[in-house]
């Protein structure tokens, strides 16, 4: 059986109590994205400056959420600043797929891997999936962030 | 009489089993209920001894399971103190009888500013059918506002039932376990020319019920609360209210007549009760309605209202300041629902540190969101306890909290 200490690292922990890039951004001109998980009522607010070439320049976050819910937001948000929006979504392809409860999806090469980005701290969340019903609090940012890029249509 | 909670605890399979070789401490039967053999042999011997469908064929067999389906609809009556068997409907669940009501009653007696008068503690199934009605219709919702100690505000009560039509209010909250004075606002209700219904999904598994003391015109519950399978529910209305509304579902059993030109709807019940039923479910509730009989209501509440007052003691003596308790605080004035925070540990934390140690306990908005709201938090843990547990599962739970802070605890 999976033990808590494969769900609860440190570094999600600290995640967990020292946030970073909590809080807002002034819309517009940063673009705004609000995302629930209907079953805990957690909810997640993105905000992301974007420039002209692109480049994530500034990333918040808001809302309330579980530990994993909101150090993933936290590591979301330290992963794609500075970050292109293509090597956000990039990122967001890795970790979605490292949240795949499929055996082949956890094996599979996926497009981040490809670029060889460093999963980071996000590597810390791995253990989440064998806590099934966590994935949807794993993802809820990273699915509002999404949510945010396409919205904008980027 | 007291009730033996080791010989109850004997009567479910599923509280045998254990998990990581310990055994199972279910406290979330505001969710969903633990099923009895008495339950389960019922719908085991439908299928394998009288299995046919019902309320029509002459042959033996099919007689037999009719009188399995009026039997369970005679018992799930008398639990209740329904004047009348044929003012017993089954649905579904309790959201499809909520469903019914606003949908067949709503739609035929309310128009444009006309008033529904809810509570701010309901659970989604007694506010969205309303609010689907008042896109629909441009009706208005007031709600009727709880103190800070999770109880009804009723001060105002005159003023927001000034022009309604009808009141819909939990008989017991599922979040905070507050029991609402029924008559009271029944009574209210009446005086202000509307009808009153009750959704009773956490009442009527745990305190004997009686329709005509509560004074309601409708009431709804749900069979998978109170012992029996998920599937079936109750919508219970007066013989004039259930007359005078308009069918909801169409298609066999609830008509009379069918010709090219239109038709006619059956009597009471069948009027309500289109198609096939879920024949076993329905006879799987009656079975769990005698077993509840055969412990005795009074006994069950009595059973309740102590461990409720044992758990508030206990969690209030280990945890101090660091555990609040919502709702109210008399044990005598809630059942046994325990929504808690502890210390700032998020309650899907909680839910999942307590998995750990085979305590089952729910973490969410419960489906009262509005509640969430005036609450001022996203969503609670919450402990829920019925006639199979006892002292050792509350200090299970206790012991199990205790643990989370090995965890979260620590200063970073």
Request: net charge negative; glycine share 10%.
């Given at each position: 059986m999976a033990g808590l200490e494969d769900l609860y690292k440190e570094i999600i922990l600290d995640h967990y109590r020292n946030p970073r890039n909590r809080g807002e951004l002034e819309t517009p001109p940063a673009l705004k994205a609000e995302g629930f998980n209907p079953l805990c009522g957690d909810e997640i607010v993105v905000y992301l400056d974007v420039d002209d070439d692109g480049v994530i320049q500034q990333v918040a976050t808001g809302g309330q959420g579980c530990s994993i819910s909101q150090s993933s937001a936290s590591m979301m948000s330290a992963a794609i600043k500075g970050k292109t929006v293509a090597e956000a979504r990039a990122i967001t392809d890795s970790f979605k797929g490292m949240m795949s409860i499929h055996e082949s999806g956890l094996d599979k090469e996926s497009a981040g891997n490809k670029l060889d980005l460093s999963m980071g701290d996000l590597s810390a969340l791995k253990g989440v999936v064998k806590f099934p019903v966590r994935i949807k609090c794993a993802t809820l940012s990273w699915n509002t962030l999404l949510q945010a890029l396409e919205d904008a249509s980027l | 009489m007291s009730l033996d909670i080791s010989a109850i605890k004997a009567d479910f399979p599923m509280l045998k089993r254990q998990i990581d070789g310990k055994r199972l401490v279910y406290l979330d039967s505001a969710a969903t209920s633990q099923k009895p053999n008495a339950v389960l042999d019922a719908m085991d011997n439908y299928y394998r001894h009288s299995y046919a469908s019902v309320n029509r064929g002459a042959y033996r067999i099919a007689a037999e399971a009719t009188d399995l389906l009026d039997e369970a609809r005679a018992s799930v009556a008398r639990f209740i103190n329904a004047p009348n068997v044929h003012e017993v409907i089954f649905t579904k669940n309790a959201t499809e009888s909520m469903n019914l009501v606003a949908h067949s009653w709503g739609r035929a007696n309310l128009g444009a500013g006309d008033v529904v008068v809810l509570t701010e503690m309901e659970h989604h199934a007694n506010i969205v059918p309303w609010q689907m009605l008042r896109e629909a219709l441009d009706i208005e919702l007031r709600w009727i506002p709880i103190t800070e100690s999770g109880e009804l505000d009723l001060s105002n009560l005159d003023v927001l039932l000034d022009g309604a039509k009808l009141v819909s209010?939990?008989?017991?909250?599922?979040?905070?376990?507050?029991?609402?004075?029924?008559?009271?606002?029944?009574?209210?209700?009446?005086?202000?020319?509307?009808?009153?219904?009750?959704?009773?999904?956490?009442?009527?598994?745990?305190?004997?019920?009686?329709?005509?003391?509560?004074?309601?015109?409708?009431?709804?519950?749900?069979?998978?609360?109170?012992?029996?399978?998920?599937?079936?529910?109750?919508?219970?209305?007066?013989?004039?209210?259930?007359?005078?509304?308009?069918?909801?579902?169409?298609?066999?059993?609830?008509?009379?007549?069918?010709?090219?030109?239109?038709?006619?709807?059956?009597?009471?019940?069948?009027?309500?009760?289109?198609?096939?039923?879920?024949?076993?479910?329905?006879?799987?509730?009656?079975?769990?309605?005698?077993?509840?009989?055969?412990?005795?209501?009074?006994?069950?509440?009595?059973?309740?209202?102590?461990?409720?007052?044992?758990?508030?003691?206990?969690?209030?003596?280990?945890?101090?300041?660091?555990?609040?308790?919502?709702?109210?605080?008399?044990?005598?004035?809630?059942?046994?629902?325990?929504?808690?925070?502890?210390?700032?540990?998020?309650?899907?934390?909680?839910?999942?540190?307590?998995?750990?140690?085979?305590?089952?306990?729910?973490?969410?908005?419960?489906?009262?969101?509005?509640?969430?709201?005036?609450?001022?938090?996203?969503?609670?843990?919450?402990?829920?306890?019925?006639?199979?547990?006892?002292?050792?599962?509350?200090?299970?739970?206790?012991?199990?909290?205790?643990?989370?802070?090995?965890?979260?605890?620590?200063?970073?």
């Open positions: - | 209010v939990t008989a017991m909250s599922n979040v905070l376990g507050t029991l609402n004075p029924i008559r009271r606002i029944a009574d209210a209700a009446h005086a202000a020319g509307a009808v009153m219904v009750a959704d009773a999904s956490q009442y009527v598994p745990h305190l004997p019920t009686d329709v005509t003391e509560l004074g309601v015109d409708a009431m709804v519950f749900t069979g998978h609360k109170m012992l029996g399978p998920t599937g079936v529910g109750v919508l219970w209305g007066t013989t004039e209210l259930l007359e005078a509304m308009p069918p909801f579902l169409g298609g066999g059993d609830m008509i009379m007549q069918v010709t090219k030109e239109g038709f006619t709807t059956n009597n009471l019940p069948h009027k309500f009760e289109a198609g096939t039923p879920n024949i076993a479910e329905i006879i799987g509730l009656g079975a769990a309605v005698k077993y509840l009989e055969g412990l005795g209501m009074d006994a069950v509440r009595e059973h309740e209202v102590s461990l409720t007052a044992y758990a508030m003691r206990t969690l209030t003596e280990r945890f101090g300041a660091d555990l609040t308790i919502h709702g109210p605080a008399e044990p005598a004035g809630r059942g046994g629902v325990l929504s808690f925070a502890y210390k700032d540990v998020h309650p899907h934390d909680i839910s999942q540190v307590l998995d750990q140690h085979n305590v089952c306990v729910r973490a969410g908005h419960h489906c009262a969101k509005p509640l969430m709201q005036v609450m001022g938090v996203g969503s609670t843990a919450r402990a829920s306890m019925y006639v199979y547990n006892d002292e050792t599962d509350v200090d299970a739970l206790a012991d199990a909290i205790e643990s989370a802070d090995d965890i979260f605890g620590m200063e970073i």
